[in-house]
């Protein structure tokens, strides 16, 4: 059975970093593409960032763009999200997401994605 297992969420103050980190078993992760979204009460799930699976293409948000970093370790099944310059409007729960092969090359869309995470809570504080 797939586990997916996110850490890294929690109480910053605005203008610092956080780096999220999803780690996925029982699955050939360096066969999917992985994805970030993220929710903030009241809003839609929204795509934040992607990395395909050969780590050749990328895609992030224009919201998040030049203060996040989505990278990926095969090695350790293990997708991250490095966070700076964070401010309150990032605030929400963030999910990773991951689908076999495809591409990234632009806003991910939830329904290709079919293993979630649980998610981690990001909460920025002016």
């Known amino acids: 059975q797939v586990q997916v297992v996110e850490s890294g969420g929690g109480l910053v103050q605005a203008g610092g970093s956080l780096r999220l980190s999803c780690t996925i078993s029982?699955?050939?992760?360096?066969?999917?593409?992985m994805a970030w979204f993220r929710q903030a009460p009241g809003k839609e799930r929204e795509g934040v960032s992607c990395?395909?699976?050969?780590?050749?293409?990328?895609y992030y948000a224009d919201s998040v763009k030049g203060r996040f970093t989505i990278s990926r370790d095969n090695s350790k099944n293990t997708l991250y999200l490095q966070m700076n310059s964070l401010k309150p409007e990032d605030t929400a729960m963030y999910y990773c997401?991951?689908?076999?092969?495809?591409?990234?090359?632009?806003?991910?869309?939830?329904?290709?994605?079919?293993?979630w995470g649980q998610g981690t809570q990001v909460t920025v504080s002016s």
């Open positions: 997401a991951a689908k076999p092969y495809g591409s990234c090359s632009g806003p991910p869309a939830e329904y290709r994605y079919n293993t």
């Open positions: 990395i395909s699976w050969s780590g050749s293409g990328s």
């Open positions: 029982e699955l050939t992760f360096a066969y999917y593409t």
